[in-house]
């Protein structure tokens, strides 16, 4: 498994834009399938984004397409989310995740996930 850290959350207000990072050990992030999960408070963790190995095909949860944008630097083994226009609904635990398998937005993750970050929007 590969070892994930996140970073870049906070408290923005409705409107506002956050970058997310995330960064990963070891030298194999190319060979990994990376995603965004989140978890709002009382509610199940769902699928936000991804991205294949070269970053070359992404997919995105349909609720949020046109605002969220995910990218990734093999060099850096980093992996970003681009969020614009956020919303208080975009309140929640943002969780990075790693899969050697690519399956847009049917991936499994199922080879690392990171402690995840708070974003918190204010309205």
């Known amino acids: 498994q590969v070892q994930l850290v996140e970073s870049g959350g906070g408290l923005v207000q409705a409107g506002g834009s956050l970058r997310l990072s995330c960064s990963a050990s070891?030298?194999?992030?190319?060979?990994?399938?990376m995603g965004w999960l989140r978890q709002a408070p009382g509610k199940e963790r769902e699928f936000v984004a991804a991205?294949?190995?070269?970053?070359?095909?992404?997919s995105y949860a349909d609720s949020l397409k046109g605002r969220f944008t995910i990218s990734r630097d093999n060099a850096k083994n980093t992996v970003y989310l681009q969020m614009n226009t956020l919303k208080p609904e975009d309140t929640a635990i943002y969780y990075c995740?790693?899969?050697?398998?690519?399956?847009?937005?049917?991936?499994?993750w199922g080879d690392g996930r990171g402690q995840g970050t708070q974003v918190t929007v204010s309205s």
């Open positions: 995740a790693a899969d050697r398998r690519w399956a847009g937005g049917s991936t499994r």
């Open positions: 070891g030298r194999a992030f190319r060979y990994y399938a």
């Open positions: 991205i294949d190995f070269s970053g070359g095909s992404t």
